[in-house]
């Protein structure tokens, strides 16, 4: 879960600096022949491409981990029937119970 945290936290960091230069490219003149317009509307797009390859990535790590979760559970209750069922009924009791009080 740690490792989660920490590549929502890149992206948060990453979103932000995404969004500063964006400020930058719209505080420009927006002249094509301003050559600061054009280095900050470059960076804006080197910004905006790492990213999405990162939320990719993280996307993509963020799968696997769950899918091998959910074969690790699956393995689990095929293994113990029985707790399967155990901790299947109590988890029913404990949401209707909640469910219930509403």
Do not use: F
Not at 38 to 47: F, S
Not at 75 to 85: K, L
């Amino acid at each position: 879960m740690n490792g989660t945290r920490s590549r929502a936290a890149d992206l948060e960091d990453d979103l932000e600096m995404l969004s500063y230069t964006l400020e930058e490219v719209l505080r420009a003149s927006g002249d094509p022949a301003d050559q600061r317009y054009i280095e900050i509307r470059d960076r804006a797009a080197e910004a905006l491409a790492q990213i999405r390859a990162r939320l990719e990535r993280t996307s993509d790590a963020l799968y696997y981990q769950t899918k091998k979760a959910v074969y690790r559970t699956d393995d689990y209750v095929h293994q113990n029937p029985w707790r399967g069922i155990g901790v299947g009924a109590s988890l029913g009791l404990v949401v209707g119970l909640l469910l219930a009080r509403r």
